[in-house]
């Protein structure tokens, strides 16, 4: 009696450190993925003003490989309208020393997260998620399936790729 005890108390012990470490890998791995600066910082600008900035940064082929080709107003009418103004200008936008992508091939409704459309990738299990006509971009972690960051729009997001690049 007293060995099933004890084996039952080294088991639980065992399931709470792996479930601690677990925990904790998670939250290293989600550390990593956050500038060292205020992951959030451009959230304060207001959206035309990051839409002003974030223009000149993409036609700087030093800063952003982007993939330019005109689709017809309308195509992309269930996003958010800024969204469907970059995505009927620009098939890809991608920083040139980061892992964050925008692009058109990507666009499809999300099949980890019911409601909401994926409108690119970024590093590991990342995905950058909108909802339907919504302006607010998120970054999507696949493996626990929850939303890390969230930025006001589609232009913040790539202020924000393009700040970790600056910064790493």
């Known amino acids: 009696m007293n060995l099933l005890l004890i084996i039952a108390a080294l088991l639980a012990l065992g399931l709470a450190a792996f479930w601690i470490f677990s925990f904790v ?12 600066k205020d992951a959030g910082r451009w959230n304060a600008i207001p959206i ?28 992309y009418s269930y996003l958010a309208p800024m969204q469907a103004e970059l995505f009927e200008r620009f098939e890809s ?9 925008l692009d058109r091939r990507l666009i499809e409704r ?11 990738t970024d590093a590991g299990e990342y995905q950058i998620v909108t909802k339907p006509k919504a302006e607010i971009v998120y970054e999507m972690d696949l493996l626990s399936g ?23």
């Open 25 to 36: 890998i998670v939250k290293l791995r989600g550390a990593s993925r956050v500038s060292s």
């Open 146 to 168: 929850s939303l890390d960051q969230e930025f006001p729009s589609i232009y913040h997001l790539i202020l924000d790729s393009y700040d970790e690049t600056t910064t790493t």
């Open 110 to 120: 999300s099949q980890s997260l019911p409601g909401m459309i994926r409108i690119g």
């Open 48 to 75: 035309a003003q990051a839409k002003l900035m974030c223009l000149p940064l993409l036609m700087d082929e030093s800063k952003f490989s982007v993939t330019e080709s005109q689709m017809p107003p309308g195509t």
């Open 93 to 101: 936008i991608q920083p040139r020393f980061g892992d964050m992508r």
